[in-house]
């Protein structure tokens, strides 16, 4: 999906916005830049300055009557040359005086990209850093909150995350963050990956056509919404519904990390690609994930198509019955009788 300048802008706003909530402003200024950046990062910087600046060390000699169209490939484009001064007048008469002899041209400085640049410090160039599984975010709790203290203990999770400012999708565009939904004391959850545009105009989760989708395969396992807890690798709506960052997932985790060891659910079920991964730790296709049980917080976990998915490619909605099939018998489950 193509986004627009001014959606461009928006999200370089939201980020320089967010690394303002974080309280790097001198990013920003020229003055003593030596105790803003690493050592190795302002050599490269002074490296790419000096290229940028250095004139050829053998520069050939200009002809007698010099052309525009002789300047070097490697050189920049040259503008237009500029309308020469009027001769200066005398100081009677009238009449002008000669031009002074002007210097020969030069020719034209070199420019970063004439030479190969120089490497990536180590602090620029390391590679992004790999998921991290919900069991290696904390250690599990030692005691289990008792039922008739969950949903203070859930309110109390909602309060500290407040108004929320502590990633870029603050600054995106969202309505409400979108919590949770369902019963505390579910023995089954599902996590998906984030909210939508019925999520974020209503504050709770799946409410849109995959909402109502997840809906008919919650009643297909024999069970209703209200007896399931339902919630989001990220609460609030990414921009245009795309994939949520890794900066604003692994900073939403530990919310939902404290909401799974609340609730403390038998088996867990991961909507799509992006849940499993955060949830897991791993990078790896759907189809290789489906079709096994996993752990994470306590709880068994399984993989399946996210229902938006689904409404995108109807033919896979036999394979997700697959893997709620091997939920129902890890909980001892029948199926809906049909109408």
Known sequence: MSLTSEQNLQ????????????????????????TLLPESVREAFAVSAKRMTAAPATAAKPAAQPD???VPRSAPPVSPPAVAPRAPMAAAGGRPQAPATSAPPQPPAATYFDSE?????????????KPVSFDQLAPLPTQIIPAFERVAALEAIRADIG???RCPLAYGGRHKIVFADGDPNARLMFVGEGPGADEDASGLPFVGKAGQLLNNMIKAMGLQREEVYIANIVKCRPPGNRTPEPIEANTCSPFLLRQIDIVRPQVIVALGGTAATYLLGVKQSLSSLR????STRGAKLAVTYHPAFLLRDPRQKGEAWKDLQMVMVELGLKPAAKA
Do not use: F, K, Q
């Open 68 to 70: 525009a169209r002789t």
């Open 117 to 129: 640049p120089a490497p990536l410090p180590p602090e620029l160039a390391a590679p992004m850093p």
């Open 291 to 294: 079709g096994r049980w996993y």
């Open 11 to 34: 999200h370089l706003r939201a980020y320089v916005d967010y690394l303002r909530d974080l309280g790097i402003y001198d990013l920003y200024r020229r003055e003593n830049p030596e």
């Open 163 to 165: 108004d929320c400012t």
